[in-house]
């Protein structure tokens, strides 16, 4: 799980542990992957500061704030090398659930990745989710070893297969607006 942005847009405050129907997004995503791996075998990506669910492994990203693809590296340094599937989540979406990863896993069959997003070309605004995927490992540490600084880059000529996300799973918060809406959600949602 990629945990380490400035939030900038959110004047700083740590997104990933503003409470969001009574826990925080991240720990909502560290829940939601429970039901698909051991705590143990979770890793977040982010400041060494960041408060992180007992038994997960905490990865700092060198340099720090370096973005996902930095974030993504810091990682699968970490990661054993046999390990396939790989999710690859943003510690922002508290949407996220293990019927999403179930949905994912499913889906990647033998492709190289499977993300949330919708039928059209893969890297147009608003096609693809890349940060709530599941890649098969072999792939993931491929692209990323290959890849610039831009998620896209990661993407660039994979064989994705793309699944519908009508749940709104791949929600993140970005803005004081995103954190109002995914806290009514989660109100109504219960």
């Known amino acids: 799980m990629l945990a380490g942005g400035r939030s900038s847009r959110l004047g700083g405050a740590r997104k ?16 939601a992957c429970t039901g698909w791996c051991p705590v143990s075998s979770m890793l977040v990506v982010g400041p060494a500061d960041l408060p992180v669910p007992d038994g997960v492994v905490l990865v700092t990203d060198d340099p720090p704030f370096g973005g996902p693809v930095s974030g993504l590296r810091a990682g699968l340094a970490r990661l ?25 896993v499913a889906a990647v069959g033998s492709a190289e990745v499977a993300a949330l997003g919708d039928a059209g070309q893969v890297g147009d605004a608003g096609q693809v ?6 890649w098969r490992g072999p792939a993931l540490r491929r692209r990323v070893a290959a890849a610039g600084a831009s998620m896209r880059s990661v993407y660039a000529g994979a064989e994705v297969v793309l699944v ?10 970005d803005t004081p607006d995103d954190l109002r809406r995914a806290r009514r959600r989660a109100a109504t949602e219960g």
């Open 129 to 134: 989710s890349y940060l709530t995927a599941v």
């Open 80 to 104: 054993p090398l046999g390990s396939d599937p790989v999710a690859v989540l943003a510690g922002d979406q508290p949407f996220v659930t293990s019927a999403t990863l179930e949905r994912l």
């Open 16 to 31: 990933v542990t503003l409470d969001v129907g009574g826990s925080g997004s991240l720990e909502r995503v560290v829940r």
């Open 164 to 173: 519908p996300d009508p749940e709104g799973w791949a929600a993140d918060i």
